[in-house]
């Protein structure tokens, strides 16, 4: 079992930034990727970033230039730093993490999200 814990979110102003953090802690060992997520009310759940082990790091479109994820392995916890941030990124945000038990079990873990709300 992987627990994920979210922190960071809050309200900012257009063009503001925010860093998100996510703390993970059980079975570290068998985590393979973490990432995070957006949903929005009344859209679907969003995937905005994901890093691997490797630090090998992927954005979505609407993330990519503006928002960088990072992992300290040695704090098992991995960050999403956003900057100009607009009214469109109001979401909450989920940080999760695939984890690898044997070469046939892959299963994915969730945290309970941390609300970012931009407006003026």
């Known amino acids: 079992q992987v627990q994920l814990v979210e922190s960071g979110g809050g309200s900012v102003q257009p063009g503001g930034s925010l860093k998100l953090s996510c703390a993970a802690s059980?079975?570290?060992?068998?985590?393979?990727?973490m990432g995070w997520s957006r949903q929005a009310p009344g859209k679907q759940r969003e995937l905005v970033a994901v890093i691997t082990n490797s630090g090998r790091a992927t954005y979505a479109d609407s993330a990519k230039g503006r928002f960088t994820i990072s992992r300290d392995k040695s704090k098992n916890t991995v960050y999403l730093e956003m900057s100009s941030l607009k009214g469109g990124d109001t979401a909450v945000y989920y940080c999760?993490?695939?984890?690898?038990?044997?070469?046939?079990?892959?299963?994915?873990?969730w945290g309970q999200g941390t609300q970012v709300t931009v407006s003026s």
């Open positions: 999760n993490a695939r984890a690898k038990y044997t070469t046939a079990f892959e299963t994915d873990y």
């Open positions: 059980g079975s570290i060992f068998a985590i393979v990727t």
